[in-house]
């Protein structure tokens, strides 16, 4: 009861806001990311590599915290090496998969290595698979703001060629789309994504910035236009409501609360899309009785 009693303090919190206001700012911005780039993950059926990068960004960047340099550049490199290999690895969704399943251990044997030879603070090991944005320097949260906007220009520029290549990549290959490349070009956004989400909830928990809104967000609708804007508001609302909250929280990490507040929102998204359809069906079943009993209406 005292352990669950001190999870939440919120002691100087007005004071923690002002000083980690430009974390919270990156938070909304890496949301905007997330929600976006996950439009694609589930359209494409891409959850898998998103958690296959995730391991390589990890070994990325705990070779880097090993030998002093940049940890979150660590973490791109680990990223954009493992989106390249997997979007040229192979052609088929079964070769895709396999180099995948492949990568996945290795890299997170190799982050391990790493963390294991590494003799510094713990806490710097812990942030790796939970999230450190609330400990990032001015440069990092510089190069953090620089990718996202690459990436969000990336997505604006090849939104619809991607979109169509993603719903139907044989129709599109017919009429000249360049699906090859429009898929190693969202590859290589994909993993600039990944490395910005493994800041804030960490190696392990990556899918609920980059996959869960979409997932969320499909539930309640299927327009091609609400779908990205209800994704990029449940991931902000996960990722800046996660840190607003750790904030007032002096032993439990960002993650937590950034998984939790994104699970929470698509449970409640599913519970409106059953609903919907169960409306639904109860009035095409209705309209179909009303036509047996009325055949001159057809």
Known sequence: MEALTGLLTFEDYGALVSLLFNSILAAALLGVVGGLVSVFVMTRDIAFAVHGIAELSFAGAAFFLLVGMDVVLGSFVGSLLAAVIIAVGGVRDSEKNAII???????????????????????????????????????????????????????????????????????????????????????????????????????????????????????????????????VIFAVVSSVGGVLIALGSPVVPISPFVTTISFAIYAVCRLIGRRRMARHVRARTQRESDLDRHPSLR
């Open 101 to 231: 399943g492949v990568l996945m251990p290795f890299g997170l044997g190799l982050g391990i290595l790493f963390l294991a030879l590494y003799d510094g603070r713990a806490a710097n090991k812990f942030g790796l698979l939970t999230g450190q944005i609330v400990a990032i320097s001015d440069d990092q949260l510089r190069l953090l703001v620089i990718c996202a906007i690459l990436v969000l220009l990336t997505l604006a520029f090849i939104w619809r060629p991607l979109m169509f290549a993603s719903l139907d990549p044989q129709v599109a290959l017919a009429r000249g789309v360049r699906v090859g490349t429009l898929h190693l070009v969202f590859m290589v956004a994909l993993g600039l994504a990944v490395a910005l989400s493994v800041q804030v909830v960490g190696v392990l928990l990556v899918l609920a910035l980059l996959v869960t809104p979409a997932a969320a967000a499909t539930q309640v609708t299927a327009s091609p236009i609400l779908t990205p804007i209800l994704s």
